[in-house]
């Protein structure tokens, strides 16, 4: 087996890694449009009945519509922003005030996979307000498959795939000119009949460049955790860096492969404005924070420096071979509170056919790094992964129980377009059957599995998904920890749409391996 440490330390090098890039030419200033619109873009709330994942969760802002936003915004254009995820407008009454009253030229949208179907509703509600607005949906799951999107959902114009902030204001410019759109690069577009997908569009490498995200469009008082592991203020989304060197293959990685980094000096000013503003929590967004740690050193040297930092909090995610103890301290030290690591499966075979690059003893001592420095720690394991056998979930569940950090998320396998899981599973290979071509299905947390694996079934999967979690949480220890995590109303919407998930599937029977060909293009 390949040497996991030493691939990890290749990639942490900056010299040693090309796929690392400190700022070099890129996007250059934003142009002011010659076209000024009024743009109201909008991260969709929960709008499918029985739905209640998002109801699970705290509210997040969403950066990539902030950074489109001020993007926009830097252009001329006049930009309002709807987080119905944020303010739980599930009936979009909401929105239809802000339609009337801001009366856009345009709308974009933003969604994840599970979150698409939000979105072509609340695009659908958009149409029925006024049909000539042109509707633009962006996002990871746009990324992935934006003709298939646009041929999914015939309420959005165009689609914009890969970094959205020159892509739009581009758009912005040709609104008038359908014929022309095909020439924007980062946009697929619906041209008659037909979808036409424009050229790739090179990544943003200079991240200095770009404006700031227009986090002052949003309702920062409502991005609050609920809970007592965040305890003061309010909390917001900062991006260091984009991109992941890493190919695991569940991971969409939207914003591809090569890091593209911003200066420390560009992070730390924006980090400090926004702590004089009242923000005293930070969500760090990067896919692997501590990628390089040279780099990494120099940033949480530069926070403690900072005056207005010194009273903040944050939480990341990184890999379990990208810290060691000197570099978790000063991450304690600058304010760092929860660390995320991506742990995946207790079996090593398991672990290594999801090409994570990581071996079991590499995630024992990060946890116990990481819980030494005093980070509250929180990792996270798939069920159902090629190759799952009773006997390797069952070694998962133990190895997370022998871990022990302060939290565990399971999950079932979910084949997110675009990744190598969904191509296999696509193609039957690994054992692999897709059981819901509905990209709605596709939850990581409340919902039922969307893949199953020839010697194990979806209820299976989901039996020992419920399974893990008890095992993991109903220990006196550990149900204290649920209610750091989670407030009382989190806890009980979450017993909730398990005892109606569990009564649903009482009555159910089950399901059987889709026949992709069957399924209308429509969904």
Known sequence: MEDAL?????????????????????????????????????????????????????????????????????????????????ISDRKLKKLRILLEEFAPDVVGLTAGTFRIGDAANTAAMVKAWRPSTPIIIGGWHATAVPVETLQAFTMFDAAAFGEGEKTLNEWLELLESPADWPKVAGLASRQ??????????????DLDALPRAAYDLFPLPLYRQQTVLFPR??????????????????????????????SIASIVAEMADLARSGITGFYFTDETFTVNQKRATQLFEAMIAEPDLRKIYWSAMTRVDAVTPALLKLMRNSGGYLLFYGVESGNQANLTLTNKKIVKEQAQLAVTMAQQAGF???????????????????????????LDPDACSFAPLVPFPGTDIWRMAQRGEKGLRILSADWRTYRVILGRPTLQLDNMTAAEIQRWHLRAFARFYLRPRKIMNMFKLFSPLQLIVAATAALVQGLARARRTPAKPLNLQDVPADQ
């Open 6 to 86: 030493d691939s990890a330390q290749d990639l942490l090098s900056t010299e040693k890694s090309p796929m690392v890039h400190q700022q070099t030419a890129g996007l250059g200033p934003i142009p002011t449009t010659r076209h000024p619109r009024r743009v109201l873009l909008i991260q969709p709330g929960r709008t499918q009945p029985g739905d209640w994942e998002i109801s699970f969760k705290s509210p997040i802002l969403p950066l990539g519509l902030a950074m489109v936003a001020g993007a926009a915004r830097a252009a001329g254009h006049t930009v309002k922003v709807h987080d119905g995820a944020a």
């Open 192 to 205: 008659g009949e037909c979808v036409v997908r424009g050229p790739d569009r090179a990544f943003i490498t």
């Open 233 to 262: 203020g309010q909390v917001v989304t900062v991006a260091t860096a984009r991109g992941c060197p890493y190919h695991c293959s569940f991971c969409q990685n939207p914003a591809g492969t090569v890091v593209r980094q911003r």
């Open 376 to 402: 509250f720690t929180h990792i996270g394991q798939i069920i159902g992964l090629p190759g799952e056998t009773h006997a390797s979930v069952q070694e998962t569940i133990q190895f997370s129980l022998d």
